[in-house]
């Protein structure tokens, strides 16, 4: 009978621990709400720090935040290192703890890779005074990939108010080899917060994982959102410095076999001209979705460019819903928008679009 109990009572803790995790880990599913003042607090009701969350997260991302250290880059004088390529070169490859590079004031003209080996690392600014990375190189000099100011590669990496900058000149309509960007993010489970990316071509590529971009700033012309990644941009801005010459926001490109894309939740298209495209394809499978998104008359009436291969009008996800602003008028898009329902919309709209609930961790602070 002690046994019968013994066991009768293991399976209702078992079962309440399994409940319990389900529940937590279903958090990521709750959609964004419609109203934007109440974005933070729902952002903040799910993605509580990670000793909240020990439980659902990965346990390498636990350890790493359980034995973290800062080190210094100074411009000026009293921190560990003048550059940040320094700082990054001192982290050991394997590395297994949460690094914060904590970088003074003032800019940094260089380039900066983060390879494969050194995952957990954090770049952090002051929000009061945020340094600025930038340099000038472009895909003529170092083909696309290489041309960014930063290139992370690596695992979990965190920015937080950071400018990055890509100086090279707007190339001309037509003009090969003047792609420029200010970063390429290949590693997975990359979160930036409060950040700002500026160029023209090919400003930001979000190449390949799961990636979150909040309270961002993101300015380009030609594709300057690009990538196969995963992408989640909350409440960003995307500014478009027109001219009259060809724009587009995103170049989003997809495998038929995966469920990427780039989502745009209550986010902002700004800027100057007009016929600026909210997306073209770049690749046949190319998904894009904007929601609760506020779109200035800088917007094509159109939307959508199909990048002059009309077999891609039948493989392409491109989806609105509800839009505000003179730019989100759906009446003249092109016949392949997907007007999207709210049931269609959801799965864009929620945190698990990057699978959050085993990754994603507030804002740093210091």
Same mark, same amino acid.
């Given at each position: 009978?002690?046994?019968?109990?013994?066991?009768?009572?293991?399976?209702?803790?078992?079962?309440?621990?399994?409940?319990?995790?389900?529940?937590?880990?279903?958090?990521?599913?709750?959609?964004?709400?419609?109203?934007?003042?109440?974005?933070?607090?729902?952002?903040?009701?799910?993605?509580?720090? +990670?000793?909240?969350?020990?439980? $659902?997260?990965? =346990? !390498?991302?636990? !350890?790493?935040?359980?034995?973290?250290?800062?080190?210094?880059?100074?411009?000026?004088?009293?921190?560990?290192?003048? $550059?940040?390529?320094?700082?990054?070169?001192?982290?050991?490859?394997?590395?297994?703890?949460?690094?914060?590079?904590?970088?003074?004031?003032?800019?940094?003209?260089?380039?900066?890779?983060?390879?494969?080996?050194? %995952?957990?690392?954090?770049?952090?600014?002051?929000?009061?005074?945020? =340094?600025?990375?930038?340099?000038?190189? $472009?895909?003529?000099?170092?083909?696309?990939?290489?041309?960014?100011?930063?290139?992370?590669?690596?695992?979990?990496?965190?920015?937080?108010?950071?400018?990055?900058?890509?100086?090279?000149?707007?190339?001309?309509?037509?003009?090969?080899?003047?792609?420029?960007?200010?970063?390429?993010?290949?590693?997975?489970?990359?979160?930036?917060?409060?950040?700002?990316?500026?160029?023209?071509?090919?400003?930001?590529?979000?190449?390949?994982?799961?990636?979150?971009?909040?309270?961002? +700033?993101?300015?380009?012309?030609?594709? @300057?959102?690009?990538?196969?990644?995963?992408?989640?941009?909350?409440?960003?801005?995307?500014?478009?410095?027109?001219?009259?010459?060809?724009? !587009?926001?995103?170049?989003?490109?997809?495998? %038929?076999?995966? $469920?990427?894309? @780039?989502? @745009?939740?209550?986010?902002?298209?700004?800027?100057?001209?007009?016929?600026?495209?909210?997306?073209?394809?770049?690749?046949?499978?190319?998904?894009?979705?904007?929601?609760?998104?506020?779109?200035?008359?800088?917007?094509?009436?159109?939307?959508?460019?199909?990048?002059?291969?009309?077999?891609?009008?039948?493989?392409?996800?491109?989806?609105?819903?509800?839009?505000?602003?003179?730019?989100?008028?759906?009446?003249?898009?092109?016949?392949?928008?997907?007007?999207?329902?709210?049931?269609?919309?959801?799965?864009?709209? !929620?945190?698990? @679009?990057?699978?959050?609930?085993?990754?994603?961790?507030?804002?740093?602070?210091?």
């Amino acid at each position: 009978m002690v046994e019968k109990v013994t066991s009768i009572a293991l399976h209702v803790a078992l079962t309440t621990i399994l409940l319990v995790a389900s529940l937590v880990m279903s958090d990521d599913t709750a959609p964004a709400p419609a109203d934007k003042s109440q974005l933070d607090n729902w952002f903040n009701s799910i993605v509580k720090p +990670y000793t909240q969350r020990a439980a $659902t997260l990965d =346990p !390498a991302l636990v !350890a790493a935040e359980n034995s973290s250290k800062v080190i210094k880059v100074s411009k000026t004088g009293g921190g560990n290192f003048n $550059t940040v390529s320094d700082a990054i070169k001192s982290i050991p490859p394997g590395n297994t703890k949460r690094v914060i590079v904590h970088i003074g004031p003032g800019v940094y003209d260089e380039r900066i890779r983060i390879d494969w080996t050194k %995952p957990f690392v954090t770049f952090y600014g002051s929000p009061a005074n945020m =340094p600025t990375l930038t340099s000038s190189g $472009t895909a003529a000099q170092y083909g696309t990939d290489d041309s960014a100011t930063l290139v992370v590669e690596s695992n979990y990496f965190v920015a937080a108010n950071i400018i990055l900058v890509n100086s090279a000149p707007r190339p001309g309509n037509g003009k090969s080899g003047g792609q420029a960007l200010a970063m390429r993010i290949a590693g997975d489970k990359a979160a930036f917060y409060n950040c700002k990316f500026k160029g023209f071509q090919d400003t930001v590529c979000s190449d390949h994982g799961n990636h979150l971009v909040k309270n961002c +700033y993101i300015e380009g012309t030609v594709d @300057f959102i690009f990538g196969s990644g995963t992408s989640l941009y909350l409440n960003t801005v995307l500014n478009v410095p027109g001219d009259g010459g060809f724009t !587009a926001i995103t170049a989003h490109g997809e495998l %038929p076999s995966e $469920t990427n894309g @780039f989502s @745009f939740v209550h986010c902002s298209v700004t800027g100057t001209g007009n016929g600026t495209y909210l997306g073209r394809a770049w690749r046949p499978y190319s998904r894009v979705i904007y929601s609760y998104t506020t779109m200035s008359g800088i917007v094509n009436p159109l939307g959508w460019s199909d990048n002059s291969h009309p077999e891609r009008d039948r493989t392409v996800y491109y989806g609105e819903y509800k839009c505000s602003g003179p730019g989100s008028d759906l009446s003249r898009r092109v016949p392949y928008t997907k007007k999207l329902s709210d049931n269609e919309a959801r799965p864009f709209l !929620a945190l698990h @679009f990057i699978q959050a609930s085993s990754w994603l961790l507030p804002p740093p602070t210091l």
